[in-house]
């Protein structure tokens, strides 16, 4: 069952971790820097009647105990979680204890001894002996220790294979009658989305739409209207994941989601360009109608991580400040997408997981990244009282959560890079609950509600984790007839906004329910991209029977006659004075691969061809005028 920990897992699991010391060199460095009744509580640790008092024997007896056998000794001494720390610490690069990456991958805090209440009468434990000030283990005892000290094991991601059908919460509430605060729990329906097939066909289904003149974007930011984003959702496998018109409260709608994505992904990808407020399709756009689907969404994906376009943080509405003094803090955006990336990849395909073991996996792995270097400059509803600096550092969930959550629900799934699941945002992410300024938040985002997510064949296609890539074969379904006539009768459940779409393109729409097959419609097809053998998939993949004789003989009719001729480029046409001299330079061995003869007296010369067609005859003997 997949749920939130209402009682702060982040709260937990973001410790604050500064490396604000420089390394320390020796045992004897850390332990001169401890107070003497400090120094005590450590020797009260080593089993020993003879415990000196004075610091500089404090020193060197603890020193003894820290070498040979007696280190070995105190090793035994650790249960397996200090162990781990030690391992962890020994093992990392720069000798320190990483509170935030050990939680992630442990799920637990080792033991550092006890304290009271208020944090004072502290107590050591043999821990302290080998990591001191809870952060660090001198070099000299770091070297002594990997010689018997095993790496720590690595951390894996924990998947399961169904995704289960409820997602789980609690909260805490007061209850007036008892004047106590209780827990409630509450399970919410899980809406499974798989986007692996969806993403294939919402691609060309967008590229059609755009190359129809329907989609128009701000000039100077490139986000699309509400009329466009309408426009897309109509022709998207199923709509967006979301549908507003069903939500009664204004404060409890989320937004477009998908259409907004598909309008920014296909400017980042190279496959459309604004003209005239509208978007158009660019020569890799036009050629991406008839290529392959997964390979276009890869491409789209690689440009995508290093887009300039859209900041995804600027779609957390309710983050202020990032356009003015918030800007400058923050950190690049392909670097947090790549660190998001790189955990992506170590995810099983076909597996499920949750998007807190998803977060756990990127602490616990050493992706994590910055979100910003300031976060005193980034507000909730007012600058002063809401800055996010006041969280203290404790803002993972809050930056860096919400934008992952942003790039897996909007950008990655959308691609078809990952089947997700997920519920309605409102209050299944109450962590922001105690920040000022959100009493009236149903939801701090609209991807609050992604509670798992699924890496797709095509995903590690894209991320590059395997080389080739097979779709899954279009799904079977008998919505319509296609007659002997030539005619599409929908006899079957109401079409798809996406087969209507794909209908309209290749044939004439001649009442409510049939559409006709005609040379005209199907050529003006085929200049615009289309296939005929993509309609042919289509259309046996829709009927659920083989295609009549007669529709298979015109299909093919049309094919030839579609790929009769070719547009070979622009060309210049040349004039000779008589026919003799149009066959010399057409046959001479400095021209004749330079251009072609038409009729008696013309030649053909490409554009591209233009320049070094003009010297090779200037070597004959002749020129010819600018402008002639």
């Known amino acids: 069952m997949f749920g939130v920990q209402i009682v702060g897992y982040f709260q937990r699991l973001i410790m604050p971790y500064y490396q604000d010391q420089l390394s320390i060199a020796t045992v004897e460095e850390a332990l001169q820097q401890s107070s003497v009744d400090e120094l005590k509580k450590l020797a009260?640790?080593?089993?020993?009647?003879?415990?000196?008092?004075?610091?500089?024997?404090?020193?060197?007896?603890?020193?003894r105990h820290l070498i040979g056998e007696n280190l070995r000794q105190l090793w035994r001494e650790l249960d397996q979680l200090q162990q781990a720390a030690v391992a962890e610490t020994v093992h990392s690069p720069d000798g320190f204890f990483n509170a935030t990456r050990f939680y992630a991958k442990y799920l637990a805090e080792p033991n550092w001894g006890t304290s009271d209440q208020y944090g004072y009468k502290r107590q050591p434990s043999v821990l302290c002996l080998f990591i001191y000030g809870k952060k660090i283990i001198p070099k000299d005892l770091q070297t002594r220790l990997q010689a018997f000290v095993s790496k720590p094991k690595e951390v894996s991601v924990s998947s399961v294979d169904k995704c289960p059908e409820f997602f789980h919460i609690t909260w805490r509430e007061w209850d007036h009658?008892?004047?106590?605060?209780?827990?409630?729990?509450?399970?919410?329906?899980?809406?499974?989305?798989?986007?692996?097939?969806?993403?294939?066909?919402?691609?060309?289904?967008?590229?059609?739409?755009?190359?129809?003149?329907?989609?128009?974007?701000?000039?100077?930011?490139?986000?699309?209207?509400?009329?466009?984003?309408?426009?897309?959702?109509?022709?998207?496998?199923?709509?967006?994941?979301?549908?507003?018109?069903?939500?009664?409260?204004?404060?409890?709608?989320?937004?477009?989601?998908?259409?907004?994505?598909?309008?920014?992904?296909?400017?980042?990808?190279?496959?459309?360009?604004?003209?005239?407020?509208?978007?158009?399709?660019?020569?890799?756009?036009?050629?991406?109608?008839?290529?392959?689907?997964?390979?276009?969404?890869?491409?789209?994906?690689?440009?995508?991580?290093?887009?300039?376009?859209?900041?995804?943080?600027?779609?957390?509405?309710?983050?202020?400040?990032?356009?003015?003094?918030?800007?400058?803090?923050?950190?690049?955006?392909?670097?947090?997408?790549?660190?998001?990336?790189?955990?992506?990849?170590?995810?099983p395909v076909g597996c499920w997981m949750t998007t807190e073991e998803f977060f756990r996996y990127i602490l616990a792995k050493g992706y994590d990244f910055e979100v910003t270097r300031n976060p005193w400059n980034l507000y909730i509803s007012e600058a002063n009282y809401g800055s996010l600096g006041n969280l203290d550092g404790d803002d993972w969930a809050i930056l860096q959560g919400r934008y992952t959550l942003c790039l897996l629900f909007e950008y990655a799934a959308t691609l078809g890079m990952i089947n997700i699941a997920y519920v309605h945002p409102s209050g299944v992410r109450p962590d922001y609950g105690d920040l000022w300024g959100t009493d009236d938040l149903f939801f701090f985002s609209?991807?609050?509600?992604?509670?798992?997510?699924?890496?797709?064949?095509?995903?590690?296609?894209?991320?590059?984790?395997?080389?080739?890539?097979?779709?899954?074969?279009?799904?079977?379904?008998?919505?319509?007839?296609?007659?002997?006539?030539?005619?599409?009768?929908?006899?079957?459940?109401?079409?798809?906004?996406?087969?209507?779409?794909?209908?309209?393109?290749?044939?004439?729409?001649?009442?409510?329910?049939?559409?006709?097959?005609?040379?005209?419609?199907?050529?003006?097809?085929?200049?615009?991209?289309?296939?005929?053998?993509?309609?042919?998939?289509?259309?046996?993949?829709?009927?659920?029977?083989?295609?009549?004789?007669?529709?298979?003989?015109?299909?093919?009719?049309?094919?030839?006659?579609?790929?009769?001729?070719?547009?070979?480029?622009?060309?210049?046409?040349?004039?000779?004075?008589?026919?003799?001299?149009?066959?010399?330079?057409?046959?001479?061995?400095?021209?004749?691969?330079?251009?072609?003869?038409?009729?008696?007296?013309?030649?053909?010369?490409?554009?591209?061809?233009?320049?070094?067609?003009?010297?090779?005859?200037?070597?004959?003997?002749?020129?010819?005028?600018?402008?002639?």
């Open 44 to 63: 009260a640790l080593l089993s020993t009647n003879n415990k000196p008092t004075r610091k500089a024997e404090l020193v060197a007896f603890i020193q």
């Open 177 to 347: 009658k008892t004047g106590k605060r209780v827990v409630k729990e509450k399970e919410i329906p899980i809406q499974q989305c798989e986007m692996e097939t969806a993403a294939q066909q919402d691609l060309l289904a967008v590229l059609r739409l755009i190359n129809g003149g329907k989609v128009s974007v701000s000039d100077k930011t490139g986000f699309p209207s509400t009329a466009s984003m309408n426009a897309i959702a109509s022709v998207l496998t199923d709509g967006d994941y979301y549908n507003d018109d069903e939500t009664v409260n204004a404060e409890e709608k989320i937004g477009f989601i998908k259409p907004f994505a598909w309008a920014l992904l296909v400017q980042a990808g190279g496959l459309a360009e604004l003209s005239n407020k509208r978007l158009t399709l660019t020569k890799a756009g036009q050629k991406a109608l008839t290529a392959p689907a997964a390979d276009t969404i890869r491409t789209i994906w690689k440009k995508w991580l290093k887009n300039k376009l859209l900041d995804e943080l600027r779609r957390i509405d309710s983050i202020k400040g990032q356009t003015g003094k918030g800007k400058q803090g923050l950190t690049a955006p392909d670097k947090r997408r790549e660190a998001i990336t790189q955990a992506l990849k170590d995810c």
């Open 446 to 628: 609209r991807y609050d509600g992604l509670a798992a997510l699924q890496l797709t064949p095509l995903g590690a296609y894209c991320l590059g984790v395997d080389h080739n890539y097979t779709p899954p074969p279009l799904e079977l379904r008998s919505i319509f007839r296609v007659l002997p006539n030539l005619e599409i009768a929908a006899t079957g459940e109401p079409l798809k906004p996406v087969d209507t779409l794909m209908l309209d393109v290749y044939a004439q729409k001649i009442s409510d329910a049939v559409w006709r097959l005609e040379t005209a419609k199907l050529l003006s097809a085929m200049e615009e991209g289309c296939t005929v053998t993509q309609l042919k998939e289509f259309l046996q993949a829709r009927s659920g029977h083989e295609l009549p004789e007669t529709v298979n003989q015109f299909l093919a009719d049309v094919e030839a006659k579609g790929n009769s001729l070719r547009d070979r480029g622009q060309a210049r046409l040349i004039e000779c004075a008589d026919t003799a001299l149009a066959v010399l330079i057409a046959n001479d061995s400095r021209t004749k691969k330079l251009c072609f003869l038409a009729g008696e007296k013309h030649l053909v010369v490409p554009t591209e061809s233009e320049t070094k067609f003009r010297n090779a005859v200037k070597k004959l003997g002749y020129s010819i005028p600018l402008g002639g």
